[in-house]
């Protein structure tokens, strides 16, 4: 099957530095690239999708400023998450989807971000 | 607005005992519905979706367009069976997912 990772599995970092997260299709594709925030034992609130070569949308209530996100290639998508504060602590998962249009998406194993 | 209810945080059933985990959604089109699986340290897969209609692991769920439910069906319960489990709608590209149910299968 697809597969997806993530690179760090999990980061901590001062409170007001910025992070940056990566994610990566490695054995296909992806046009899209879907960017979630996950609180323990609690749903996945999409924050963004990203798309290869264009700006990302993101979600109402996302501050694009705070969360930059930047798909260059069709294997590899980034989110920064900018001067980083304790609220920010937070599972974030990505997820990539290959370019057929009724293909599912391929989820990332997330990423521990805890802002001190 | 399109929206996924999963009713249940937690469900805990015993081995071999019959689950069903709740699944709404509200949404004036024709759904397309995914139950979607973390198990513990996990990554999220998809465990089924209901346009092939297929049996995963032995679950399987109905959409019910009548009461807009999507439930999540095992005859018998199984302790490898214990994860997180999701209900996700796709709406514009995008997946909608419900809150989670958390399924706990005791010995």
């Known amino acids: 099957g697809a597969v997806v990772s993530q690179h760090p599995s999990w980061v901590i970092c001062k409170s007001g530095t910025s992070v940056k997260i990566e994610c990566r299709s490695l054995d296909f594709q992806a046009t899209t690239m879907f960017w979630y925030r996950q609180f323990p034992k609690q749903s996945l609130m999409l924050m963004a999708t990203s798309n290869e070569g264009s700006k990302a949308t993101y979600e109402q209530g996302v501050e694009k400023d705070k969360f930059l996100i930047n798909h260059a290639s069709l294997t590899l998508s980034t989110l920064t998450v900018t001067s980083a504060h304790p609220e920010d602590s937070s599972f974030y998962i990505c997820s990539a989807r290959p370019p057929a249009s009724n293909s599912e998406q391929f989820f990332g194993p997330g990423t521990r971000l805890t802002v001190l | 607005a399109q929206r996924v209810t999963q009713p249940e945080k937690l469900l805990s059933v015993f081995k071999g005992a019959p689950v069903e985990l709740k699944c709404n959604y509200s949404y004036s089109g024709s759904p397309e519905l995914f139950w979607y699986v973390q198990y513990s340290r996990q990554r999220l897969q998809l465990l089924l979706r209901h346009i092939s209609r297929e049996s995963i692991k032995g679950f399987t769920a109905d959409l019910n367009k009548g009461e807009t439910s999507f439930h999540l069906k095992k005859p018998f319960a199984q302790e490898e069976d214990s994860a997180m489990y999701y209900c996700?709608?796709?709406?514009?590209?995008?997946?909608?997912f419900g809150q989670g149910t958390e399924l706990s299968v005791k010995p």
């Open positions: 996700a709608l796709k709406w514009a590209g995008k997946l909608i």
